[in-house]
């Protein structure tokens, strides 16, 4: 039975450290460009590359 109240209080703590990096990671915007990622990767930003050497 102490097992049991081991895992629990377990269970609990590493419930409360992920609850605890969920509030942190909202507090410093880490969520707040929802769309720019999706977007970013369908424009193509650089230039093309000419070839210039002549053989």
Known sequence: M???YLLV???IAVAAFFLLAFI???RSNQFEDQQGSAMRMLHD??????NT???
């Open 45 to 50: 930003n650089e230039t093309p590359q000419t």
């Open 2 to 4: 102490s097992a049991l």
């Open 24 to 26: 942190w990671s909202v």
């Open 9 to 11: 209080l377990a269970s």
């Open 53 to 55: 050497e002549k053989i």
